[in-house]
């Protein structure tokens, strides 16, 4: 089997978000490993009262959570930093804190806990991808620019043919990051189901209903792609972007 390996864009950002639906950060590079990528969605806050399928604590029931920047104190080996949390005022509390968890259940009512999740807690699959053309295409088609931590993607893609929903076309091909043999290697499986958290503004925590109605009305309800590693290894924002055809 020969595989051909086509140019289609660069890495433009990287996004990691330690605990899910709390502010995501920005990174220079990182490790993708089968669980995601390095340190992505390791800790949770879960609803005491919640026995669905859904049990975490996200932006749906508090938006605010959106503006909590929380941060790996040691990066250089997330699996066993600590992590501490910087609040919308200024404070800086640690992920384990009886005072964020008792913010966090006065936020929504009701009493939460905090879990770790080794693996990640992921809604569905482990890393997420969008090309920086359909970010602005949807921003046009909304009405209001909106930026790539409205989505909560981990990987943007500056696509070399400015075409927006580019990923869309790369459904089940796989992208291999940068030259060297370390890259990460991904598979991409299938569009990215949207809800209400991307209503809010990360900035703000503010509403703006237009933005899922669009996706729904526009792009059914979907925006960006899933995807599962292929190949564990490393991805820098500006490697190059290769296409796996067979």
Known sequence: MIEEFVEVGVVKELYRFPVKSMRGESLAEIRGFWHGLDGDRRYAFVCSDNRSGFPWLTGRQVPQMLQYTPRYTQPDDVAESPV???????????????ELNQELAD?????????????GAFDSQVISVMSAASVAELGKMIGTAVTPLRFRQNIIIEP??????????????????????????I???????????????PET???????????????????????????????????????VRI
Not at 169 to 183: A, K
Not at 207 to 223: D, F, G, P, S
């Open 107 to 119: 936020a929504y009512g009701k009493p939460v806990n905090l879990i770790k999740i080794d693996r």
């Open 84 to 98: 501490e949390v910087e609040m919308p005022d200024g404070r800086i509390l640690p992920i384990h804190s009886p």
């Open 187 to 201: 598979r991409l499986n299938r569009r990215i189901l949207r809800c209400v958290m991307i209503n809010i503004d």
């Open 160 to 185: 070399f043919d400015d075409q927006p929903f580019v990923e869309e076309r790369w459904l089940d091909s796989s992208l291999v990051f940068g030259d060297s043999s370390d890259g990460l290697r």
């Open 205 to 243: 925590s503010e509403k703006e209903t237009a933005v899922l109605k669009t996706v729904a009305q526009a792009r059914n309800n979907c925006a960006g792609v899933h995807s599962s590693t292929e190949r564990a290894g490393m991805i820098r924002v500006g490697d190059v972007v290769k296409l």
